[in-house]
């Protein structure tokens, strides 16, 4: 009998089985370089060795920066015109379409999500992402404008010119990497940079698959690098490389915070999508048929593993017991197992370390005296499943309380009225993300304006959608991706006075 908490690796494509065995390589300048030194790649739901990838450091970022700055000025990239970079950013989408199975057959391997989250919201979800980019280098433009100049000088004209900010260096994190690197990628594409993205060293399969896809595509040689390897040995050489013109992050607020601090000591443009603690707003006018559900979706989805995940469930106390009761009912309906299952909602965390950290939160809390109401129980002898829990009682200085856990947690709290619950919510170091369940537009309007974050859901669990950005607030970050902010992160203006 096939165990529900192993992947069953009897359904993977041919395609799959052979990216598992290639030996560790990197991507760079156009061709597969052997790794010198390797890093084994874990199946979460086993903790089994499924393949390995290179363990790249100061070295190969050096040799993929360069053949990244001869790309960025060749010819066959710097001269092509942004009709051609739409359509080869197109012949990319069409690629990721057609190997979707295989990339999310990857991406659940390597990451443990459920097949369904990895094949949709995930895979196709990302061509979309290239897909929105792909209409934007037709539309780059810049400003004419008269110019007063001296008396008697004469009559000018004044001009603003876009272009690429040059070598992005694009670090992304192991939650969503396939989606993560499109939105580095595909922005950068679009503004005619070239870039070594660094896959995080827990999830770099569907990274080396895309570069494959890349070089189908026809993008040309050195436009797009990819290296494999450790944070502190590739991530920070990338960081610190002078021919890097600008950091693109995903991660931790205290990575973050280091990136942060070498690109500003060189004057290095940087994007920083950090952590978060998002606080989720349930009104007692709120439709709970739809709000008990979909709070729960904003947590649980992924494992918890989301930035944006609302974590924090600030419930008016009218309604606050029926509330507790309906999610802890809720969440004993969820399946947690291996992603390949076509029912599982929930994979396992990405890792020991990941399932460790979030079970010492819940252990925590347990002994400061919160309750915590869990959902289906899970195989606790191998892989790295957690069960859905649901914390009540903590005060709002408490560790689970401040502190990002990144798992399937949800704390949940009162509030009386508007006033406490803005207060609560905003009481954070955090301003990533807010969510709001209430069918006063009224007062929708009013709460949404003054949360301090940088994205806001009415009476949805959200999701991302290119055309619109998303980025953070205080300690997560600042800069945004997605959307237009993106594309112009990835150029730089130049203004031009002219005497005619």
């Not at 992947?7 to 560790?24: C, F, G, I, N, W």
């Not at 080396?208 to 595509?217: F, G, K, V």
């Not at 408490?398 to 949800?410: K, M, S, Y």
């Not at 929708?444 to 950005?469: D, I």
Request: a negative charge.
């Amino acid at each position: 009998m096939t165990n529900p908490f192993r992947h069953d690796l009897s359904v993977l494509e041919p395609e799959t089985r052979q990216r598992l065995a290639r030996k560790p390589a990197h991507y760079i300048d156009g061709r597969w370089a052997a790794a010198s030194a390797a890093i084994p790649v874990l199946d979460p739901s086993s903790g089994a060795q499924v393949a390995e990838i290179g363990a790249g450091g100061a070295a190969e970022i050096d040799v993929a920066v360069a053949a990244a700055n001869r790309a960025l000025r060749s010819p066959e990239w710097a001269e092509i015109g942004p009709a051609a970079r739409e359509r080869l950013i197109l012949n990319l989408v069409a690629l990721i379409e057609s190997n979707a199975a295989v990339l999310a057959q990857l991406e659940t391997l390597d990451n443990g999500m459920p097949s369904w989250f990895a094949f949709g919201p995930t895979i196709m979800g990302s061509a979309g992402v290239y897909r929105y980019y792909a209409g934007w280098p037709t539309k780059i433009a810049g400003e004419t404008m008269p110019v007063e100049g001296p008396p008697g000088a004469g009559v000018f004209r004044g001009y603003t010119q876009k272009s690429p900010v040059g070598v992005i260096g694009a670090i992304i994190p192991w939650n969503v990497p396939f989606m993560m690197a499109a939105w580095k990628l595909a922005p950068a594409l679009a503004a005619g940079c070239t870039v070594v993205l660094k896959p995080a060293e827990d999830t770099s399969l569907s990274a080396l698959m895309l570069a494959d896809l890349i070089e189908q595509a026809g993008i040309p040689k050195g436009v797009v690098n990819v290296v494999t390897g450790r944070g502190a040995d590739a991530g920070e050489a990338l960081v610190r490389h002078p021919g890097v013109a600008k950091i693109s992050f995903t991660g931790s607020t205290a990575t973050g915070r280091r990136i942060g601090e070498i690109a500003g000591r060189n004057l290095k443009k940087h994007t920083l999508e950090l952590g978060g603690k998002s606080p989720v707003l349930l009104f007692d006018d709120a439709d709970l048929n739809d709000a008990v559900p979909g709070a729960a979706a904003s947590i649980f989805l992924n494992s918890g593993q989301i930035c944006v995940a609302g974590s924090r469930l600030y419930v008016q106390s009218r309604i606050h017991d029926e509330v507790v009761e309906r999610l802890h009912k809720h969440a004993m309906t969820l399946k947690v197992g291996a992603g390949f299952s076509s029912d599982v909602f929930m994979g396992p965390l990405v890792n020991a370390a990941q399932k460790q950290r979030v079970t010492g939160y819940v252990e925590a809390a347990a002994s400061a005296g919160c309750e915590v109401l869990r959902g289906a129980a899970v195989d606790d002898d191998a892989g790295y499943f957690v069960s859905p829990a649901i914390v009540t009682g903590a005060m709002q200085d408490a560790v689970i309380t401040r502190e990002e856990v990144f798992g399937p947690v949800l704390s949940v709290y009162r509030f009386e009225d508007e006033e406490e619950a803005l207060s609560l919510a905003n009481d954070s170091e955090y301003g990533l993300a807010a969510t709001i369940w209430s069918s006063n537009i009224s007062r929708v309007m009013r709460v949404s304006e003054a949360l301090e974050c940088g994205k806001v859901l009415v009476n949805n669990s959200g999701f991302p959608y290119p055309g619109l950005p998303e980025g953070g607030r205080k300690a997560s970050g600042h800069g945004k991706d997605l959307g237009r902010d993106a594309l112009d992160a990835c150029l730089q203006t130049k203004s031009i006075i002219l005497r005619i």
